[in-house]
């Protein structure tokens, strides 16, 4: 089967790794790729977002299957185009993916089904908006209606920072169209967790658990990034929980978007916050997280290429989706200064018999040399019987794969190990 991916980052690398161990997957093509994913797939080189290209790409290739991976792609309507010319295709349609392309639409979802979520009002009116900050609660989240990157969102201490946000948004267009609408929510706490589903619109699978670690800085502190390291399963998320989160959240979503006449198929991925109320969802995503799946799909057991046949197909009731009862750590090496500014071109050194799985992000070949090309560079994935295992592991392999001014954090999954005890 030849098989196109759209997206180029640490999580498409992931996603092809995966599908490469299918015998059926004899040819992988990624748009565009990068320089890590080029040993594992034919890179195009084609623009995520250039839809045209790569409708016209999967046609002249003859493209069997392909997978949206990135948000911004999905929600300007990828998989409508594709399968309008008859490839199938895993991803949910444009009118699926609202349901991560504007904040307004899910949490307006969220109550009209009775889905537990932060409290919030949505604004298109500046005046209106400030004068609700004048008593809202405090500390207060400001939210831009649209994709903004994973930057549209505000935890604002004070009243004066949230004012700032909501001006940056809807006066000084920031974030451009996504922040002409607002929605100004609740403080939540508690842990977060990652649950990653496969959804076909009649059953709903949740893959393990997973947590991210958003900051940049040790602790947690620092400027939010794309995601420095992550661990699964999280140890928050217990049994009960998984649960009640089934009951509460993940099933009654799924059958929200049949009512509304959006049924979503593809990965359904809820971002949760275990509040001291119990688990509410904080934020939708259309798609496969990163770096979460660098964590995840290392521990599907099952053929990942069936399963998402099965998913695009609708048969997914009648198939296996297993993981293995093991423990996974991803570290993340990103170029000194991420996320602000950072330095690129240098040579990557990774050991050929490296004990771990290197999923590249941020990096092209140069001559045959692999060089850093962004932020966060790659993200380096160890598996173990235990949690501890799996950190220590992850964090050793990492250890022998070197670039200059590589930076990571040292403590991915220590939270998680506090939850352990
Ligand atoms: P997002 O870009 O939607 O993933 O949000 C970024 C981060 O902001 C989340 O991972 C949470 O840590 C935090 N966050 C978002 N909404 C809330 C909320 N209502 N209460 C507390 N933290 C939040
Ligand atoms: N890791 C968070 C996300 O993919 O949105």
Same mark, same amino acid.
């Given at each position: 089967m030849k098989i196109l991916v759209v997206g180029g980052g640490g999580r498409e690398h992931a996603i092809i790794k995966s599908?490469?161990?299918?015998?059926?997957?004899?040819?992988?093509?990624? +748009? =565009?790729?990068?320089?890590?994913?080029? $040993? #594992?797939?034919?890179?195009? *080189?084609? @623009?995520?977002?250039?839809l045209d290209a790569i409708v016209d790409f999967a046609k002249k290739q003859a493209i069997d299957f392909a997978v949206v991976a990135p948000d911004d792609p999905l929600v300007l309507g990828c998989v409508d185009l594709l399968e309008g010319e008859g490839i199938p295709c895993?991803?949910?349609?444009?009118a699926a993916a609202i349901l991560e392309g504007s904040k307004v639409f899910s949490k307006n979802l969220m109550r009209k089904y009775n889905i537990p979520t932060a409290a919030y009002e949505t604004f298109d009116d500046l005046a209106a908006?400030?004068?609700?900050?004048?008593? +809202? =609660?405090?500390?207060?989240?400001?939210? $831009? #209606?649209?994709?903004?990157? *994973?930057? @549209?969102?505000?935890?604002?201490?004070?009243?004066?920072?949230?004012?700032?946000?909501?001006?940056?948004?809807?006066?000084?267009?920031?974030?451009?169209?996504?922040?002409?609408?607002?929605?100004?929510?609740?403080f939540l706490t508690g842990p977060e967790v990652s649950v990653l589903s496969?959804?076909?619109?009649?059953?709903?699978?949740?893959?393990?658990?997973?947590?991210?670690?958003?900051?940049?800085?040790?602790?947690?502190?620092?400027?939010n990034t794309g995601g420095m390291g992550t661990v699964a399963p999280n140890p928050y998320y217990t049994e009960a929980m998984a649960q009640r989160c089934m009951e509460e959240i993940f099933l009654p979503t799924m059958a929200a978007m049949n009512a509304e006449g959006r049924p979503f198929k593809g990965c359904l991925y809820f971002g949760l916050m275990l509040t001291p109320q119990g688990p509410k969802v904080i934020e939708y995503n259309c798609?496969?997280?990163?770096?979460?799946?660098?964590?995840?799909?290392?521990?599907?057991?099952?053929?990942?290429?069936?399963?998402?046949?099965?998913?695009?197909?609708?048969?997914?009731?009648?198939?296996?989706v297993k993981f293995r009862n093991q423990h996974a750590c991803c570290v993340v090496l990103a170029s000194q200064g991420y996320p602000k500014k950072y330095e690129t071109g240098f040579p990557i050194t990774i050991p050929a018999d490296l004990d771990a799985q290197v999923y590249v992000a941020g990096a092209k070949l140069e001559d045959g040399v692999l060089k850093t090309s962004g932020g966060r560079v790659l993200g380096v994935t160890a598996l173990g019987d235990s949690l501890q295992a799996?950190?220590?592991?992850?964090?050793?392999?990492?250890?022998?794969?070197?670039?200059?001014?590589?930076?990571?954090?040292?403590?991915?999954?220590?939270?998680?190990?506090?939850?352990?005890?």
């Open positions: 599908l490469k161990k299918s015998p059926r997957a004899t040819e992988i093509y990624a +748009a =565009p790729g990068n320089g890590g994913i080029a $040993a #594992d797939a034919h890179c195009t *080189g084609i @623009g995520a977002k250039d895993f991803g949910p349609n444009k908006a400030l004068d609700y900050l004048k008593t +809202a =609660p405090i500390p207060t989240v400001v939210k $831009a #209606d649209g994709l903004a990157l *994973g930057k @549209g969102v505000t935890i604002a201490e004070t009243r004066e920072e949230a004012e700032a946000a909501v001006r940056a948004c809807m006066e000084d267009k920031v974030f451009g169209d996504s922040g002409s609408h607002v929605v100004i929510e609740e496969f959804t076909d619109g009649k059953v709903l699978v949740p893959m393990v658990s997973s947590m991210d670690h958003k900051r940049i800085g040790d602790g947690d502190t620092g400027p798609r496969f997280g990163d770096p979460e799946t660098q964590v995840v799909l290392p521990l599907l057991e099952s053929d990942l290429l069936t399963v998402m046949e099965a998913t695009a197909k609708g048969t997914l009731g009648e198939t296996e799996a950190i220590d592991k992850a964090y050793a392999q990492a250890a022998q794969v070197t670039f200059d001014n590589a930076y990571c954090r040292k403590d991915i999954g220590a939270r998680a190990l506090q939850a352990e005890t």
